[in-house]
């Protein structure tokens, strides 16, 4: 890691870049922009190359941010590209002095930053002057990144590597493999779907290979993976809707314990398929993305969702499609349709890598308490939506199971999607993608075990005024 606030637009020359020892180049300009002409990425490109000088690569989340000719320049130096967190100056002068710190050492933590990138901090912090809270500022940077175990010094890239084909057809197989475990679920069994399936995978990796597109036959092949691996650990625990609820507390939280662990466990199978997949340097500098994530977030649910209420495999008596077209709609059902609706928006909206919607100031300000007390912060659709769902579904009786059973089973499937989609920022270490998982299920388990215990002393309440009145 190193602090290297240098930047200058293309025009150093080798004797300057010798003179001055520089080891990184970051462009700038008045019209945002890494060269001036962009018929010269392939010289620019060449004369980092014959300069051993990396190429800092900007991180942004406004599309309106992104310099024109990053993402070629950094296509072309894969082996060479750092990546930099910068703040603007704009939105620096709106920050206080502890936010600053802490948003560079998250980003030096969870995000491959390799380039801090410290513009001058105008402000005064406690008794300290302007120039004063900067030194304190480097200090504290300094030590943090310290304390995580990493060390200050000039900016590394990654060695330069690439996936072995065989190993990768190997881990390809999973994707089909799951889909047509699911098929025969559900009582479509061939042997002829096997081999078209598997076919069709061989085929499409051979297609990129030869196309010299391999990146981009992978991601098809990791999108579907994820996908499937996201509904079968729905499917997983469909036998959890239908057991009858235990008598005991003991034996019901150790119910919703292995729904947890089923579920979870099929979600990371998932997960280890895209990794091991799409790691390779221009996903983890983020040069190229899952380009699948909203998919991989919206498609499960709504697929878990259609399963639920049109099949038998959750003890349901299911309608057809057109019985439930022309069926009549409540008032009621109405209202909860445009709930569902307003929320559906304001997930879709919420979800990706560079969100429609802005978090609100209180958002931010729960994301960084649990990320100073966490150390790695959970996501919020796994602690509080999926997995508190997943330990309450074996407490519910059968008659409040299917009532309200097609809401857990979306709540399960967005749960287990987000699992999949925590390991799909490949730019993060995939140690701070298992804490961040680790502590979802720790904080969800427990907001689902005081549901757990809520709930069966409202039963309790509910059927012994029965009782009474009776």
């Known amino acids: 890691m190193s602090i290297t606030p240098m930047g200058g637009h293309l025009g150093f ?21 890494v060269l001036g002409y962009p018929d010269h990425l392939d010289d620019a490109a060449a004369a980092l190359q014959r300069l051993g000088v990396n190429y800092g690569a900007i991180e942004t989340y406004d599309a309106s941010q992104i310099q024109k000719g990053n993402e070629g320049l950094a296509q072309r130096l894969p082996s060479q590209t750092v990546r930099v967190q910068a703040i ?51 200090r504290q940077i300094a030590d943090g990144i310290r304390a995580t175990g990493l060390r200050l010094g000039r900016a590394t890239p990654f060695r330069p590597f690439g996936p072995n084909p065989l190993l990768v057809f190997i881990i390809s197989l999973a994707a089909p493999a799951v889909v047509l475990l699911l098929l ?4 479509i069994k061939s042997r002829r779907w096997w081999l078209v399936a598997f076919g069709l995978d061989a085929l499409i990796l051979l297609a990129g290979y030869l196309a010299h597109h391999d990146l981009l036959a992978r991601k098809i092949i990791a999108l579907c993976a994820a996908l499937s691996f996201a509904v079968a650990a729905l499917v ?45 340097p221009l996903t983890m500098l983020e040069i190229e ?4 994530v909203k998919a991989v977030l919206v498609v499960p649910p709504l697929v878990g969702l259609a399963l639920y209420l049109y099949t038998s495999r959750f003890g349901n008596n299911p309608e057809g499609v057109m019985q439930s077209a022309n069926a009549p709609v409540r008032v009621y059902q109405l209202a909860v349709g445009i709930v569902l609706l307003a929320a559906a928006y304001l997930y879709v909206s919420r979800s ?25 912060r959970p996501r919020f659709k796994e602690f509080l939506v999926g997995i508190p769902l997943m330990m309450l579904l074996p407490a519910l009786t059968l008659a409040h199971r ?10 399960i499937s967005i749960g287990s999607a987000d699992v999949i989609d925590t ?41 012994a005024r029965s009782a009474l009145s009776a």
């Open 352 to 376: 990706g890598n560079q969100s429609d919607v802005a978090p609100s100031a209180f958002e931010l300000s729960l994301r960084s308490g649990l990320t100073t007390v966490l150390g790695v």
């Open 13 to 33: 020359s080798s004797h300057d870049a010798i003179r001055q020892k520089v080891t990184t180049a970051i462009f700038f300009g008045l019209r945002n922009e």
């Open 423 to 463: 390991f799909s920022h490949l730019h993060s270490p995939l140690w701070v993608c298992v804490v961040r998982v680790l502590n979802g299920v720790l904080a969800g388990v427990a907001i689902g075990a005081l549901l757990v215990l809520a709930y069966r002393r409202i039963v309790r309440f509910t059927r």
């Open 88 to 138: 603007s100056k704009t939105e620096l002068d709106k920050l206080d002095f502890h936010t600053v710190v802490a948003r560079y050492l998250l980003g030096v933590r969870e995000r491959n930053i390799r380039v801090v990138y410290l513009r001058p901090y105008t402000h005064t912090e406690g008794n300290l002057t302007a120039e004063g809270a900067n030194v304190e500022m480097v």
């Open 236 to 280: 997983a625990v469909a036998g959890h809707f239908i057991v009858p609820p235990k008598a005991s507390i003991g034996s019901t939280l150790r119910a919703g314990l292995r729904t947890v662990a089923i579920a979870i466990g099929v979600a990371l199978g998932g997960a280890l398929i895209v990794v091991g997949l799409l790691s390779v």
């Open 184 to 187: 025969e679920t559900f009582g």
């Open 402 to 411: 299917r009532a309200v059973g097609w809401l857990f089973a979306l709540g």
């Open 289 to 292: 993305h899952f380009s699948g």
